[in-house]
């Protein structure tokens, strides 16, 4: 073995090291910083209290995106907790000069979907946020992790962030997956395999040709995610597609530091003979369409399959949870996944409200009609941006005429820190990352889906094999 | 910051795993821009049977008796025993800020979600990875016996039982430095101004698209 053979991340890690203390955690430099509302108001408290300004107000881009309503926007925000804490925004970039996207921007949108769709997101940065899905943007190969608030105040007063290196888990997907089985079936079918906490102090990169053949729009849905199966950070190599994704967007290099740019990009990749920490494969003609059944993005099925009994539980603690969750969920143990009825289907989030994504849905909806039981179907596009590009390709009228909402963009029922909840006992079918107890509403039931799986459900009024449909 | 040496404290148990920040501070309390105050919705959900909303006087909303908090026995608590992969979910600071305004100093579980366990350290509390038979037999310890009292020695990286029984717990020299003594990593990483600067500019030469 060579001892010189990186991974991504030994790449990513050692182009970023300022300093280095003798129990190795190190002063890593941080490259863009992304600030939404909710996190970053006791940030900047602290740093005036303190008497300090941004370190570099280039690196950042700000955005309100979890309080924002998605629809009569014009006439501001009722809730006037949420409305301080999006003034509270705007005072701080006014203050410190920053860039922000406002709420009447039509760039604003959910800040992990700006980013990429800027090309404020590049390969090879380090990217943070204060918001836990920031492992999105690793889809570029750029090593972005989710930070707390505290850390908000320290990449703003310093640029860097004290880090101890991950290790480095490999998930190796290969094959070609089936007719109707997309990146968010992979990251539900992963995080099935390994469980939540099975990437707990490692940091992932994507690999293998099933995920070469994912859009970037596919890899950021998995990079997403990798947060909910533990892992601060998810990563997919540079290839092509990155590059083109990137060519020409705003906040790309240009000209001749384009080229430069993209020669230093091609670097970023695994060498051959690099070690991981762990290696997961996955042949990705075993993956169908998922849906989770419990309050744990691991619990988790093919559509194709049932819900599971709690005496079947691997251990005692696991089958007091199976137990809780199936209760909470309103679920008796066996009850076929198509057999579930939905009353309410989100179609939105961070991880799933990109172009693809609705183009996927509404090919589904395209021609039938949201089922009577369902009462209420919501598109909310990821920004300002995609809304237009949806707009532009007619997938608006397609979803108005089969009956969902058509929204402005935002966080919204993904955490329902806006407006749009359940009601307790409702169940939806979700495309959001996480069923958590009352997350989208205290009392809701989340089922999580692909876009095309939640569209389906919604016309079917439960959940179908979107593969048997037409 | 508040430092963290040793900790004598009444335990509490939460016999629950994945137990994640959703959980821990529901989404509504996040409207805040405050960092303080929110003891009183920590596991909101859990603990009242009424729908929590952020402004309300929480002592005078139902209390949910099931819940272990609201049990007699275990008020005052200030360590919480809990399962595996606690703080999962959301990198929300509130999370450890609730738990530290609610009293808690320590936590111990098999195992801790990363944001989580890093956010603790920023609040001057303590997160104890201990192996999950010895959470085990800790939950049944504090069943067994009421007022179960732990003794958390940071220096020692040690949690002793009241019978004596000592579990030594692993943690970086770094974070315990700066717990111990409740330094600012701000003020430490402005010691190392010249080195942010030195590789500012030599990224500058490396790779000059990365500053617009």
Same mark, same amino acid.
């Given at each position: 073995?060579?001892?010189?053979?990186?991974?991504?991340?030994?790449?990513?890690?050692?182009?970023?090291?300022?300093?280095?203390?003798?129990?190795?955690?190190?002063?890593?430099?941080?490259?863009?910083?992304?600030?939404?509302?909710?996190?970053?108001?006791?940030?900047?408290?602290?740093?005036?209290?303190?008497?300090?300004?941004?370190?570099?107000?280039?690196?950042?881009? @700000?955005?309100?995106?979890? #309080?924002?309503?998605?629809?009569?926007?014009?006439?501001?925000?009722?809730?006037?907790?949420?409305?301080?804490?999006?003034?509270?925004?705007?005072?701080?970039?006014?203050?410190?000069?920053?860039?922000?996207?406002?709420?009447?921007?039509?760039?604003?949108?959910?800040?992990?979907?700006?980013?990429?769709?800027?090309?404020?997101?590049?390969?090879?940065?380090?990217?943070?946020?204060?918001?836990?899905?920031?492992?999105?943007?690793? =889809?570029?190969?750029?090593? @972005?992790?989710?930070?707390?608030?505290?850390?908000?105040?320290?990449?703003?007063?310093?640029?860097?962030?004290?880090?101890?290196?991950?290790?480095?888990?490999?998930?190796? *997907?290969?094959?070609?997956?089936?007719?109707?089985?997309?990146?968010?079936?992979?990251?539900?079918?992963?995080?099935g395999r390994i469980g939540t906490a099975g990437g707990t102090g490692y940091a992932i990169e994507f690999g293998g040709s099933a995920i070469?053949?994912?859009?970037?729009?596919?890899?950021?849905?998995?990079? #997403?995610?990798?947060?909910?199966?533990?892992?601060?950070?998810?990563?997919?190599?540079?290839?092509?597609?990155?590059?083109?994704?990137?060519?020409?967007?705003?906040?790309?290099?240009?000209? =001749?530091?384009?080229?430069?740019?993209?020669?230093?990009?091609?670097?970023? *990749?695994?060498?051959?003979?690099?070690?991981?920490?762990?290696?997961?494969?996955?042949?990705?003609?075993?993956?169908?369409?998922?849906?989770?059944?419990?309050?744990?993005?691991?619990?988790?099925?093919?559509?194709?399959?049932?819900?599971?009994?709690?005496?079947?539980?691997?251990?005692?603690?696991?089958?007091?949870?199976?137990?809780?969750?199936?209760?909470?969920?309103?679920?008796?143990?066996?009850?076929?996944?198509?057999?579930?009825?939905?009353?309410?289907?989100?179609?939105?989030?961070?991880?799933?409200?990109?172009?693809?994504?609705?183009?996927? @849905? @509404?090919?589904?909806?395209?021609?039938?009609?949201?089922?009577?039981?369902?009462?209420?179907?919501?598109?909310?596009?990821?920004?300002?941006?995609?809304?237009?590009?949806?707009?532009?390709?007619?997938?608006?009228?397609?979803?108005?005429?089969?009956?969902?909402?058509?929204?402005?963009?935002?966080?919204?029922?993904?955490?329902?820190?806006?407006?749009?909840?359940?009601?307790?006992?409702?169940?939806?079918?979700?495309?959001?990352?996480?069923?958590?107890?009352?997350?989208?509403?205290?009392?809701?039931?989340?089922?999580?889906?692909?876009?095309?799986?939640?569209?389906?459900? =919604?016309?079917?009024?439960?959940?179908?094999?979107?593969? #048997?449909?037409? | 910051?508040?430092?963290?040496?040793?900790?004598?404290?009444?335990?509490?148990?939460?016999?629950?795993?994945?137990?994640?920040?959703?959980?821990?501070?529901?989404?509504?309390?996040?409207?805040?821009?405050?960092?303080?105050?929110?003891?009183?919705?920590?596991?909101?959900?859990?603990?009242?049977?009424?729908?929590?909303?952020?402004?309300?006087?929480?002592?005078?909303?139902?209390?949910?008796?099931?819940?272990?908090?609201?049990?007699?026995?275990?008020?005052?608590?200030?360590?919480?025993?809990?399962?595996?992969?606690?703080?999962?979910?959301?990198?929300?600071?509130?999370?450890?800020?609730?738990?530290?305004?609610?009293?808690?100093?320590?936590?111990?579980?098999?195992?801790?979600?990363?944001?989580?366990?890093?956010?603790?350290?920023?609040?001057?509390?303590?997160?104890?990875?201990?192996?999950?038979?010895?959470?085990?037999?800790?939950?049944?310890?504090?069943?067994?016996?009421?007022?179960?009292?732990?003794?958390?020695?940071?220096?020692?990286?040690?949690?002793?039982?009241?019978?004596?029984?000592?579990?030594?717990?692993?943690?970086?020299?770094?974070?315990?430095?700066?717990?111990?003594?409740?330094?600012?990593?701000?003020?430490?990483?402005?010691?190392?101004?010249?080195?942010?600067?030195?590789?500012?500019?030599?990224?500058?030469?490396?790779?000059?698209?990365?500053?617009?």
């Amino acid at each position: 073995m060579r001892m010189s053979a990186r991974t991504l991340y030994d790449k990513l890690w050692d182009a970023h090291v300022v300093h280095e203390s003798p129990d190795g955690t190190t002063l890593l430099y941080i490259d863009r910083h992304l600030v939404h509302e909710v996190t970053s108001p006791q940030a900047f408290e602290g740093l005036k209290l303190a008497g300090r300004k941004p370190w570099r107000p280039d690196s950042i881009l @700000a955005v309100p995106d979890h #309080n924002v309503p998605t629809r009569d926007r014009e006439k501001g925000i009722a809730d006037p907790v949420s409305r301080l804490q999006v003034e509270t925004l705007d005072a701080n970039c006014k203050e410190f000069r920053l860039t922000e996207f406002r709420m009447d921007d039509r760039r604003q949108g959910i800040v992990h979907v700006i980013g990429p769709e800027q090309g404020f997101t590049q390969p090879g940065m380090t990217i943070v946020c204060g918001d836990s899905h920031t492992s999105t943007h690793g =889809a570029f190969a750029a090593l @972005a992790f989710g930070i707390g608030t505290s850390e908000v105040e320290h990449v703003l007063a310093t640029q860097c962030l004290w880090q101890k290196k991950s290790k480095t888990m490999l998930v190796r *997907v290969e094959g070609q997956l089936g007719q109707g089985v997309t990146a968010k079936d992979v990251a539900l079918a992963v995080i099935g395999r390994i469980g939540t906490a099975g990437g707990t102090g490692y940091a992932i990169e994507f690999g293998g040709s099933a995920i070469r053949a994912l859009s970037m729009e596919g890899r950021m849905t998995l990079c #997403n995610m990798a947060i909910e199966a533990g892992a601060r950070a998810g990563m997919v190599a540079v290839d092509d597609k990155t590059i083109e994704y990137l060519r020409g967007r705003p906040y790309a290099p240009q000209g =001749a530091m384009w080229d430069r740019a993209v020669e230093y990009w091609r670097t970023l *990749v695994s060498d051959p003979d690099a070690v991981f920490d762990a290696v997961v494969e996955i042949d990705a003609a075993d993956i169908v369409p998922q849906v989770t059944w419990g309050t744990s993005p691991e619990m988790v099925v093919p559509v194709t399959g049932r819900v599971p009994d709690p005496a079947e539980a691997p251990n005692p603690v696991k089958r007091a949870d199976w137990e809780r969750a199936l209760n909470y969920m309103g679920l008796a143990p066996h009850t076929p996944i198509a057999e579930i009825r939905v009353d309410k289907v989100f179609i939105g989030s961070c991880t799933n409200s990109r172009i693809e994504d609705l183009r996927a @849905a @509404a090919e589904v909806a395209r021609g039938r009609r949201v089922a009577p039981n369902v009462k209420l179907a919501m598109v909310v596009p990821g920004s300002g941006l995609v809304k237009a590009q949806a707009e532009a390709e007619g997938l608006d009228r397609v979803f108005k005429e089969a009956g969902f909402e058509w929204r402005d963009p935002g966080c919204s029922m993904c955490l329902a820190m806006n407006a749009d909840r359940l009601e307790p006992g409702e169940r939806c079918a979700s495309t959001s990352n996480r069923n958590f107890e009352g997350r989208q509403g205290a009392g809701g039931r989340t089922h999580l889906v692909s876009p095309a799986m939640a569209a389906a459900a =919604a016309v079917f009024g439960h959940f179908v094999d979107v593969r #048997n449909v037409q | 910051m508040t430092p963290f040496t040793r900790h004598v404290g009444l335990v509490a148990p939460l016999d629950r795993a994945n137990v994640d920040t959703d959980a821990i501070i529901p989404k509504q309390f996040l409207k805040s821009i405050k960092r303080t105050g929110f003891g009183p919705n920590l596991f909101d959900e859990w603990r009242y049977l009424d729908r929590g909303e952020p402004g309300q006087d929480c002592s005078k909303r139902p209390l949910n008796p099931d819940f272990v908090l609201n049990q007699p026995r275990y008020q005052g608590a200030s360590i919480l025993l809990a399962r595996e992969n606690f703080g999962c979910g959301s990198s929300r600071e509130h999370a450890p800020w609730a738990l530290a305004d609610y009293g808690f100093r320590a936590l111990i579980a098999p195992s801790f979600a990363d944001i989580f366990y890093n956010n603790c350290f920023k609040n001057g509390i303590l997160p104890i990875v201990l192996p999950a038979e010895v959470v085990d037999r800790l939950f049944q310890e504090t069943y067994a016996t009421e007022g179960y009292r732990l003794t958390v020695d940071l220096t020692e990286q040690t949690v002793t039982t009241p019978a004596g029984e000592v579990f030594r717990f692993e943690v970086d020299a770094e974070r315990k430095h700066r717990l111990l003594n409740g330094l600012d990593d701000i003020g430490i990483t402005l010691q190392h101004v010249d080195a942010i600067r030195a590789y500012e500019q030599r990224r500058r030469q490396e790779a000059p698209w990365l500053f617009v």
